[in-house]
DNA sequence: CAATTTTCATTTGTCTGACATTTAATGTTT
DNA sequence: AAACATTAAATGTCAGACAAATGAAAATTG
């Protein structure tokens, strides 16, 4: 592991990428002790603080975790599908609002992605899936439900229809694309019939999946896309009003 | 922004939490500068190496940059594509190593997640794409190619696939499960009769979005998916089998 | 007056040295 | 043998300093 002093990078963020690409290599295995700071600080030629600035960058990156004490020092971290999934969520949510993508495509990406779930899912989905399912159609369908429960409620929905499938790799990928979606569903503001279609559609949606029949499933979920874009498109021209308004 | 003095965590991942929802909320806009080091030590009621052990932490998720100089500070960045690319490809790649997912489950996530950007890229692949395809089909034809850029060719050309949906979130999340299937796809060994196989898979997938014949590409990437299942259960037991002989 | 150079204040990057805190291992006592 | 005290090693935090970059203001020059 060295680091190239000419380079006009921070030397944190080299000494950084020098141990990560140590890391994900493979060179340094999980639960594997880094030399404690003031090695690194040796070995690396520079000071503890800088060292410890790079040891902070891995930390958030979830690649180590630190521990104090006589036995103590930084370990290679075990990556868990739900930090992974944290991560993956913050960045994809800030990417969406970051970037103004826009409800049409965020929408066209989380349905095609769905959809892509829905075959395995009509396969593998366990009652337990069908059950969290049902609960959340009936929690949708409860009476003074708040636009943001109601959206909660949807993710939670398809989410189990994502679990379905059975794939943990698949249900990381697509938590992205679905929760990321969230903040741009919130602005909908859902009526009782709008609620009411949704609702009928997720009930096509479990009905097929219990029957094991994925090619329902992929219809009722084909047109819950067109229904979800189209509610979309109102709640976006209902904004742009609503603003020209208050700049007139 | 404050932070819990009574908290067990360290003080830098405190600070670091409370900038960072600060960002994620909106509540500090892109390239809005944050206070200097001095002024969030004098804020936080810390030191200045504890506050800049918070500000790289937020580096290493590119959620600022930081320029020196007079005018100079921190600043709230715009986590653009490419960078949310690299960093969804990262921990993809290692979730998986770490996690030791097997052959079969990630292969299935990735075509099932690619199967969902075939329709849509048949509607609006361009010429672009194709031609992308085109060539790296060419490139897979020549004799002499390693392995290893077999594979990279592979990954250029379902990327191309994907791009041609034209949808940057789609993209995005796909990116994750192709690139990151890469190296359990560097295991196995490509037979001349196994390049073949595939070589005339991607013809038919080109073939099919340049017809824009959603379901012949959807037909052939299922094809491609059973194919490559086959010559992965191969190569895992080539594997399990050569273990188990130098353990005898 | 305009253009150039110099100076200067500000801010991040880095270092030194110190002390506090946590924790496991070791030693001691009962 | 068990309970307790000691110790050493490691991270966490702090204070103060200097280096380096950089933009802006001031001084100088043509």
Partial sequence: MKIDPKSSADLSAQ??????DAIISGEMIVDERLPSEAE???QFQVSRPTVREA???LAAQNLIRT?????????VRRLSYDEAFAQHITTSTLLLSMNAVDFETACEARFALERACARLSAKR??????ATMRAEIHRQAQPGLSDERFCDSDVAFHRALVDGASNPVLSYQLAGAVEA????????TF????????????TRIADALEAQDGAAADTALAELTAYTLTLGEEAMAARAAAKAQSER
């Fill in 15 to 20: 000494i950084a990428k020098s141990i990560r």
């Fill in 40 to 42: 690194l600080a040796d």
């Fill in 55 to 57: 040891l902070k960058r």
């Fill in 67 to 75: 521990q104090r004490g006589a036995s103590g020092g930084a370990f």
């Fill in 125 to 130: 989905r366990t009652p337990d899936h069908l």
């Fill in 181 to 188: 979606m969230q903040p741009l569903m919130n602005m909908i």
């Fill in 191 to 202: 009526t009782q019939r709008n609620r009411d279609v949704i609702i009928g559609l997720h």
